[in-house]
Protein backbone atom coordinates (compact mmCIF):
# COMPACT_ATOMS: atom_id res chain seq x y z
CA UNK A 1 0.00 0.00 0.00
CA UNK A 2 1.16 3.31 -0.84
CA UNK A 3 0.98 6.41 1.69
CA UNK A 4 0.26 9.68 0.82
CA UNK A 5 2.67 11.59 3.18
CA UNK A 6 0.49 14.24 3.49
CA UNK A 7 -2.45 12.34 4.35
CA UNK A 8 -4.27 13.71 7.27
CA UNK A 9 -7.30 11.58 8.57
CA UNK A 10 -10.57 13.11 9.29
CA UNK A 11 -11.07 13.93 13.50
CA UNK A 12 -14.20 11.70 13.43
CA UNK A 13 -12.59 8.99 10.42
CA UNK A 14 -13.29 6.12 13.11
CA UNK A 15 -16.51 7.19 14.62
CA UNK A 16 -18.50 4.12 15.66
CA UNK A 17 -15.62 1.60 14.44
CA UNK A 18 -14.36 -1.12 16.59
CA UNK A 19 -10.44 -1.23 16.06
CA UNK A 20 -8.35 -4.40 17.58
CA UNK A 21 -4.82 -3.44 18.23
CA UNK A 22 -2.35 -6.29 18.77
CA UNK A 23 0.50 -5.84 20.98
CA UNK A 24 -1.34 -2.50 21.82
CA UNK A 25 0.65 -1.75 25.22
CA UNK A 26 4.12 -0.43 23.78
CA UNK A 27 5.73 0.85 20.88
CA UNK A 28 4.12 0.63 17.73
CA UNK A 29 0.86 -0.69 18.80
CA UNK A 30 0.13 1.75 22.06
CA UNK A 31 1.11 4.54 19.23
CA UNK A 32 -1.82 3.29 16.82
CA UNK A 33 -4.10 2.16 19.90
CA UNK A 34 -4.39 6.07 20.84
CA UNK A 35 -4.42 7.61 17.48
CA UNK A 36 -7.43 5.20 16.51
CA UNK A 37 -9.11 5.91 19.94
CA UNK A 38 -8.37 9.74 18.98
CA UNK A 39 -10.13 9.27 15.69
CA UNK A 40 -13.25 7.99 16.89
CA UNK A 41 -12.69 3.95 17.43
CA UNK A 42 -13.43 1.48 20.66
CA UNK A 43 -10.44 0.06 20.55
CA UNK A 44 -9.82 -3.52 22.26
CA UNK A 45 -6.14 -3.30 23.56
CA UNK A 46 -4.78 -6.83 23.44
CA UNK A 47 -1.22 -7.90 24.81
CA UNK A 48 0.37 -9.87 27.26
CA UNK A 49 1.64 -7.13 29.86
CA UNK A 50 -1.84 -6.18 31.76
CA UNK A 51 -0.10 -2.99 33.50
CA UNK A 52 0.95 -1.21 30.01
CA UNK A 53 -2.57 -2.00 28.59
CA UNK A 54 -4.04 -0.65 32.05
CA UNK A 55 -1.89 2.34 31.24
CA UNK A 56 -2.86 2.45 27.49
CA UNK A 57 -6.91 2.26 28.49
CA UNK A 58 -6.25 5.14 31.36
CA UNK A 59 -4.35 7.63 28.46
CA UNK A 60 -7.27 6.72 25.95
CA UNK A 61 -10.23 7.79 28.80
CA UNK A 62 -7.68 10.68 30.23
CA UNK A 63 -7.66 11.82 26.32
CA UNK A 64 -12.05 11.96 26.42
CA UNK A 65 -11.97 8.73 23.90
CA UNK A 66 -14.26 5.89 23.64
CA UNK A 67 -14.20 3.10 26.59
CA UNK A 68 -11.27 0.87 25.32
CA UNK A 69 -11.50 -2.99 26.34
CA UNK A 70 -8.96 -4.72 27.52
CA UNK A 71 -8.10 -8.60 26.48
CA UNK A 72 -4.64 -9.97 28.06
CA UNK A 73 -3.38 -12.61 25.49
CA UNK A 74 0.05 -14.21 24.88
CA UNK A 75 0.97 -15.57 21.65
CA UNK A 76 3.35 -17.74 23.00
CA UNK A 77 1.21 -19.91 24.76
CA UNK A 78 -2.13 -19.40 22.52
CA UNK A 79 -4.00 -21.83 21.64
CA UNK A 80 -6.43 -22.29 18.93
CA UNK A 81 -9.40 -22.70 21.49
CA UNK A 82 -8.12 -19.70 22.88
CA UNK A 83 -8.38 -17.38 19.73
CA UNK A 84 -11.83 -19.06 19.52
CA UNK A 85 -13.08 -18.01 22.84
CA UNK A 86 -11.75 -14.98 22.37
CA UNK A 87 -13.99 -13.94 18.89
CA UNK A 88 -17.15 -15.34 20.87
CA UNK A 89 -16.43 -12.70 23.87
CA UNK A 90 -15.62 -10.21 21.24
CA UNK A 91 -18.84 -11.57 18.93
CA UNK A 92 -21.25 -10.89 22.59
CA UNK A 93 -19.41 -7.74 23.86
CA UNK A 94 -18.94 -5.81 20.27
CA UNK A 95 -21.11 -7.79 17.59
CA UNK A 96 -18.53 -7.16 15.40
CA UNK A 97 -15.20 -5.85 14.35
CA UNK A 98 -14.31 -3.34 11.89
CA UNK A 99 -10.19 -3.63 12.15
CA UNK A 100 -7.47 -5.41 13.00
CA UNK A 101 -4.13 -4.43 13.25
CA UNK A 102 -1.56 -7.45 13.45
CA UNK A 103 1.21 -5.85 15.51
CA UNK A 104 2.59 -7.77 18.72
CA UNK A 105 6.22 -8.93 17.26
CA UNK A 106 8.90 -10.52 18.76
CA UNK A 107 12.63 -9.83 17.32
CA UNK A 108 14.67 -12.94 18.27
CA UNK A 109 18.42 -12.51 18.50
CA UNK A 110 20.32 -11.43 15.93
CA UNK A 111 23.06 -13.83 15.53
CA UNK A 112 24.34 -15.96 12.79
CA UNK A 113 21.94 -19.01 11.71
CA UNK A 114 24.28 -21.81 13.01
CA UNK A 115 24.11 -20.46 16.44
CA UNK A 116 20.01 -19.69 15.77
CA UNK A 117 18.14 -21.40 19.36
CA UNK A 118 15.97 -23.77 17.59
CA UNK A 119 13.50 -22.95 20.33
CA UNK A 120 13.82 -19.17 19.83
CA UNK A 121 12.76 -19.49 16.61
CA UNK A 122 9.97 -21.27 16.95
CA UNK A 123 9.08 -18.65 19.24
CA UNK A 124 9.27 -15.79 17.24
CA UNK A 125 7.12 -17.79 14.44
CA UNK A 126 4.43 -18.47 16.99
CA UNK A 127 4.16 -14.80 17.77
CA UNK A 128 4.74 -13.27 14.64
CA UNK A 129 3.14 -15.42 12.14
CA UNK A 130 1.29 -18.60 13.72
CA UNK A 131 -0.53 -16.73 16.55
CA UNK A 132 -2.02 -13.96 13.95
CA UNK A 133 -3.09 -16.45 11.52
CA UNK A 134 -5.07 -18.50 13.70
CA UNK A 135 -6.11 -15.70 15.76
CA UNK A 136 -7.43 -14.29 12.02
CA UNK A 137 -9.22 -17.17 10.68
CA UNK A 138 -11.10 -17.20 14.62
CA UNK A 139 -12.53 -13.38 14.30
CA UNK A 140 -13.41 -13.46 10.25
CA UNK A 141 -16.81 -14.15 11.10
CA UNK A 142 -16.75 -11.18 13.46
CA UNK A 143 -15.05 -9.62 10.78
CA UNK A 144 -17.58 -10.40 7.93
CA UNK A 145 -20.12 -8.77 10.11
CA UNK A 146 -19.13 -5.25 9.56
CA UNK A 147 -19.52 -2.87 6.67
CA UNK A 148 -16.69 -3.12 5.70
CA UNK A 149 -13.61 -4.25 7.75
CA UNK A 150 -9.37 -3.95 7.30
CA UNK A 151 -7.16 -5.96 8.56
CA UNK A 152 -3.58 -4.80 8.45
CA UNK A 153 -0.75 -6.86 9.65
CA UNK A 154 2.86 -5.11 10.50
CA UNK A 155 5.65 -6.19 8.44
CA UNK A 156 9.45 -4.90 8.21
CA UNK A 157 11.65 -4.27 5.12
CA UNK A 158 13.74 -7.55 6.09
CA UNK A 159 10.31 -9.00 4.98
CA UNK A 160 11.02 -8.49 0.88
CA UNK A 161 14.43 -8.59 0.84
CA UNK A 162 16.22 -11.41 3.79
CA UNK A 163 19.32 -9.85 5.62
CA UNK A 164 22.16 -11.72 7.18
CA UNK A 165 21.89 -13.14 11.14
CA UNK A 166 17.93 -11.49 11.08
CA UNK A 167 17.19 -15.55 11.07
CA UNK A 168 13.23 -15.90 12.12
CA UNK A 169 12.23 -12.59 12.32
CA UNK A 170 13.11 -11.83 8.72
CA UNK A 171 11.45 -15.20 7.89
CA UNK A 172 8.29 -14.86 9.87
CA UNK A 173 7.60 -11.30 8.06
CA UNK A 174 8.52 -12.89 4.23
CA UNK A 175 5.51 -15.20 5.77
CA UNK A 176 3.58 -12.16 7.03
CA UNK A 177 4.24 -10.92 2.79
CA UNK A 178 3.05 -14.32 1.80
CA UNK A 179 0.14 -14.47 3.84
CA UNK A 180 -1.37 -11.33 2.94
CA UNK A 181 -1.24 -11.60 -0.66
CA UNK A 182 -3.00 -15.55 -0.19
CA UNK A 183 -5.39 -13.69 1.94
CA UNK A 184 -6.05 -10.71 -0.04
CA UNK A 185 -6.71 -12.64 -3.16
CA UNK A 186 -9.04 -15.19 -1.43
CA UNK A 187 -11.05 -12.25 -0.38
CA UNK A 188 -11.00 -10.37 -3.12
CA UNK A 189 -14.38 -9.18 -4.31
CA UNK A 190 -16.03 -11.41 -2.45
CA UNK A 191 -15.82 -10.31 0.61
CA UNK A 192 -16.27 -6.69 2.78
CA UNK A 193 -12.62 -7.46 3.80
CA UNK A 194 -9.33 -5.69 2.97
CA UNK A 195 -6.21 -7.35 3.90
CA UNK A 196 -3.14 -5.43 3.63
CA UNK A 197 0.80 -5.29 4.94
CA UNK A 198 2.36 -2.36 5.91
CA UNK A 199 5.81 -1.57 7.02
CA UNK A 200 6.26 1.02 9.65
CA UNK A 201 9.56 1.75 8.90
CA UNK A 202 12.61 2.82 11.37
CA UNK A 203 10.60 4.04 14.58
CA UNK A 204 12.31 4.54 17.89
CA UNK A 205 10.97 1.79 19.93
CA UNK A 206 12.31 -0.92 21.92
CA UNK A 207 12.46 -3.41 19.18
CA UNK A 208 14.54 -1.29 17.16
CA UNK A 209 17.04 0.09 20.42
CA UNK A 210 17.61 -3.71 20.56
CA UNK A 211 17.86 -4.53 16.93
CA UNK A 212 20.49 -1.27 16.08
CA UNK A 213 21.91 -0.42 19.97
CA UNK A 214 24.81 1.70 17.77
CA UNK A 215 22.31 4.15 16.11
CA UNK A 216 21.55 6.94 17.14
CA UNK A 217 17.84 7.24 17.75
CA UNK A 218 17.45 10.49 16.11
CA UNK A 219 17.48 8.33 12.59
CA UNK A 220 14.06 7.25 13.56
CA UNK A 221 10.76 8.40 13.81
CA UNK A 222 9.46 9.28 16.91
CA UNK A 223 5.67 8.44 17.12
CA UNK A 224 3.91 9.55 19.90
CA UNK A 225 0.52 8.52 18.12
CA UNK A 226 0.59 7.02 14.86
CA UNK A 227 -2.66 6.65 12.22
CA UNK A 228 -1.95 3.52 10.38
CA UNK A 229 -4.03 3.61 7.78
CA UNK A 230 -6.80 1.45 8.32
CA UNK A 231 -9.53 3.68 6.58
CA UNK A 232 -8.88 6.22 4.65
P1 LIG B 1 8.02 -3.25 20.63
O1 LIG B 1 8.19 -1.85 21.12
O2 LIG B 1 8.99 -4.29 21.06
O3 LIG B 1 6.52 -3.70 20.92
C1 LIG B 1 6.11 -5.00 20.59
C2 LIG B 1 4.74 -5.24 21.14
O4 LIG B 1 4.41 -6.62 20.91
C3 LIG B 1 4.69 -5.02 22.66
O5 LIG B 1 3.46 -4.45 23.02
C4 LIG B 1 4.79 -6.44 23.18
O6 LIG B 1 4.19 -6.63 24.46
C5 LIG B 1 4.01 -7.20 22.13
N1 LIG B 1 4.34 -8.62 22.20
C6 LIG B 1 5.56 -9.20 22.10
N2 LIG B 1 5.48 -10.53 22.29
C7 LIG B 1 4.16 -10.80 22.53
C8 LIG B 1 3.43 -11.97 22.82
N3 LIG B 1 4.04 -13.14 22.97
N4 LIG B 1 2.09 -11.89 22.98
C9 LIG B 1 1.45 -10.71 22.89
N5 LIG B 1 2.10 -9.54 22.63
C10 LIG B 1 3.43 -9.59 22.46
O7 LIG B 1 8.08 -3.29 19.02
P2 LIG B 1 7.66 -2.21 17.92
O8 LIG B 1 8.90 -1.62 17.38
O9 LIG B 1 6.58 -1.34 18.43
O10 LIG B 1 7.12 -3.21 16.80
C11 LIG B 1 5.75 -3.36 16.49
C12 LIG B 1 5.64 -4.04 15.14
O11 LIG B 1 6.28 -3.23 14.13
C13 LIG B 1 6.33 -5.40 15.10
O12 LIG B 1 5.54 -6.31 14.35
C14 LIG B 1 7.64 -5.11 14.37
O13 LIG B 1 8.12 -6.24 13.72
C15 LIG B 1 7.21 -4.02 13.41
N6 LIG B 1 8.28 -3.13 12.93
C16 LIG B 1 8.93 -2.28 13.77
C17 LIG B 1 9.93 -1.43 13.28
C18 LIG B 1 10.66 -0.45 14.16
O14 LIG B 1 11.57 0.25 13.67
N7 LIG B 1 10.32 -0.33 15.43
C19 LIG B 1 10.26 -1.46 11.91
C20 LIG B 1 9.58 -2.36 11.07
C21 LIG B 1 8.58 -3.18 11.58
P3 LIG B 1 5.02 -6.28 25.82
O15 LIG B 1 5.21 -4.80 25.80
O16 LIG B 1 4.11 -6.76 26.87
O17 LIG B 1 6.32 -7.02 25.72
Redesign the pocket.
Known amino acids: MSCKIDYQPAPNLLENRVVLV?????????AAALSYANHGATVIL????IA?LERVYDEIEAAGGPQPAIFP????G?TLKDFHDMAETLDKEFGRLDGLL??????GRITPFEQYNPELWQQVMQ??IN?PIWMTQALLPLLQASEDASIIF????VGRKGRAYWGA?SVS?FATEGFVDVLADELDNQSNIRVNSL??????????R??FPGKTPLR?VHRKTLCLPIYG
Open positions: TGAGDGIGRLGRTKLNFEAHNAGLLVNGTSSSYKNPGATRTQMRTAC
